[in-house]
């Protein structure tokens, strides 16, 4: 690596390195039911037009009022669900997305017994073929799989190495690699999806100038 890439990615860490499944306390690298379930909703929270800091509030409604799980989401009422977001201050959104919570939690029961693993192993562990069967999930898009696939690498190794599109864009902005594999040769592998969402983070907060301009 190059001293000027070197210092860029020691700003970019220093400044913005922290996942978000991190923040939320969820360990992915369990790849266990309730992580996963999590992260699941997280990202469906997230991949609304709201900000990342009340969509990570809402997702810590979701687990504060018990729901860590499938079959306790499941438990839930519509009402219950609307209150808990309207609480976190995701009131945009609070009806339409504790409707899709609602569908989704449906669905993954029925389909998964409530386990993203399975959804993982009916895809043979293809990306293309696991995206596909996550935007059957009402509220997730290409976005919300974006964000899914995002964090979930560090625990589903055939996702790695992965950056979405807001990642690639920082990346670039910064003179950085803007693709995947070669942004995975700047660190170690647990280290990658920290990377990838310290540029989300960067981006989010306009803060690409002052990072160039630490890395200097």
């Known amino acids: 690596m190059s001293a000027k890439r070197d210092s860029l990615v020691d700003a970019l860490m220093k400044s913005h390195g922290r996942t978000y499944s991190g923040e939320l306390g969820i360990d992915l690298s369990k790849n266990t039911p309730s992580p996963l379930f999590r992260w699941l909703c997280a990202s469906i929270l997230m991949s609304a037009r709201i900000s990342a800091d009340k969509a990570v509030s809402a997702a810590q409604g979701l687990a504060d009022a018990g729901w860590t ?47 993203l693993r399975s959804l993982r192993r009916r895809a043979d562990k293809d990306p293309a073929e696991m995206r596909k069967h996550l935007k059957a999930f009402k509220g997730l898009g290409d976005v919300g799989v974006d964000i899914f696939f995002r964090e979930a690498q560090i625990a589903w190794e055939e996702l790695y190495p992965f950056a979405d599109r807001k990642a690639r864009s920082a990346a670039k902005e910064l003179g950085l690699p803007d693709r995947g594999d070669r942004l995975a040769k700047l660190v170690e592998r647990d280290r990658f999806q920290t990377l990838v969402a310290a540029l989300v983070r960067a981006d989010l907060a306009k803060d690409l100038d002052r990072i160039e301009k630490r890395a200097a």
Request: zero cysteines; charged letters at 35%.
């Open 69 to 115: 799980t499938a079959p306790k989401l499941a438990d839930s009422t519509w009402r219950e669900r609307v209150d808990v977001l309207n609480r976190s201050g995701y009131a945009r959104f609070d009806e339409s997305t504790a409707s899709m919570l609602g569908d989704m939690v449906e669905r993954l029961m029925d389909e998964y017994d409530g386990d």
